[in-house]
C-alpha cells in the first residue's frame, strides 16, 4: 500500500501540471456544466447536456476509490482505474480527467495504445516503471525512458506508448489526462480483436505475415473471450 504521503505528492504533482497545460477541450462558458443524461432538462454543451446549476452539489465534483490496489490478476498485469465525466459529472467542459494504473511485479504491462483526445503526464508513485512513445510517421521514433518513485513523464496526444514494470514488486502511477473523456484505442485490440474483424487478407499484408497467423492472433487475443 503506498503511504498517504506519496499519493499527496502523486496528486500535487498532476494538479500543478494540469493547470499549467493547455486543455484540448473546449473552453467552457460557464462556470461548471455538472453532466446530465436527460437531455429533456438541460443544454447540450460539450457532448454532455448541463444540470440546472443549482440543483448541483457536491457529489458532482466527488469520486472515492483511487487509494485501493487495482486488481492486476489478468494476462497483461495491469489495471486502469479511470476518473473521467462517466465518473465525475462535473468533469464535463473542464478539459481533465486521472488515472490510476497498477501494475503486477515483474513485466505488469499497460499495453501500447494512444489517447485520441488528450496529452498524459504520468507520476510514477511506486515500483520501477519502463515507459515510452513513438513519434509519428515518418521517422516511427521510439523515446523511452526508466521511472522510478517521484519520476514524471509525458505522453504527447495521439501517439502510441506504454509502461512495463520492470521491477520485482508492484507499481503504481497516476496519470492527468487533457480531457474530460480522453478515450482509448489499444493497438493490438484495435488491430486483431476489433468487432466484426478485419479481413485477415489486409492484415496480412499489412504486417508482412502469413494468413494463418493472422488467424491465429486474432482468435487468441483475451478480449476476444472474454
Known amino acids: 500500500m503506498m503511504k498517504g504521503a506519496q499519493v499527496l505528492v502523486a496528486f500535487v504533482l498532476l494538479a500543478?501540471?494540469?493547470?499549467?497545460?493547455?486543455?484540448?477541450?473546449?473552453?467552457?462558458?460557464?462556470?461548471?456544466?455538472?453532466?446530465?443524461?436527460?437531455?429533456?432538462?438541460?443544454?447540450?454543451?460539450?457532448?454532455?447536456?448541463?444540470?440546472?446549476?443549482?440543483?448541483?452539489?457536491?457529489?458532482?465534483?466527488?469520486?472515492?476509490?483511487?487509494?485501493?490496489?487495482?486488481?492486476?490478476?489478468?494476462?497483461?498485469?495491469?489495471?486502469?482505474?479511470?476518473?473521467?465525466?462517466?465518473?465525475?459529472?462535473?468533469?464535463?467542459?473542464?478539459?481533465?480527467?486521472?488515472?490510476?494504473?497498477?501494475?503486477?511485479?515483474?513485466?505488469?504491462?499497460n499495453p501500447p495504445h494512444a489517447h485520441p483526445r488528450a496529452t498524459e503526464i504520468l507520476v510514477v508513485v511506486e515500483g520501477t516503471l519502463y515507459v515510452g512513445f513513438v513519434t509519428s510517421n515518418p521517422d516511427s521514433r521510439l523515446i523511452t525512458k526508466v521511472l522510478y518513485p517521484g519520476d514524471v513523464f509525458v505522453f504527447p496526444v495521439g501517439l502510441i506508448h506504454f509502461q512495463f514494470n520492470i521491477g520485482t514488486t508492484n507499481a503504481v502511477a497516476f496519470s492527468g489526462l487533457s480531457s474530460q473523456n480522453p478515450g482509448i484505442i489499444t493497438i493490438a485490440k484495435a488491430v486483431f480483436g476489433s468487432n466484426p474483424a478485419i479481413n485477415p487478407e489486409v492484415l496480412a499484408k499489412a504486417f508482412q505475415l502469413d494468413k494463418n497467423i493472422v488467424n491465429q492472433l486474432q482468435s487468441r487475443f483475451w478480449w476476444n473471450n472474454s
Not at 49 to 58: E, I, Q, S, T, Y
Not at 65 to 91: A, D, F, P, R, Y
Open 16 to 109: 500543478l501540471a494540469s493547470s499549467l497545460a493547455s486543455a484540448f477541450d473546449p473552453s467552457p462558458l460557464q462556470d461548471f456544466c455538472v453532466a446530465i443524461n436527460d437531455a429533456k432538462n438541460g443544454v447540450f454543451v460539450n457532448g454532455k447536456f448541463c444540470k440546472d446549476p443549482k440543483l448541483v452539489n457536491a457529489e458532482d465534483f466527488f469520486f472515492s476509490g483511487l487509494n485501493k490496489q487495482g486488481n492486476t490478476s489478468n494476462q497483461l498485469g495491469s489495471k486502469v482505474t479511470l476518473v473521467n465525466v462517466e465518473q465525475i459529472s462535473g468533469l464535463n467542459t473542464l478539459g481533465i480527467s486521472l488515472a490510476r494504473v497498477d501494475y503486477a511485479p515483474n513485466g505488469g504491462l
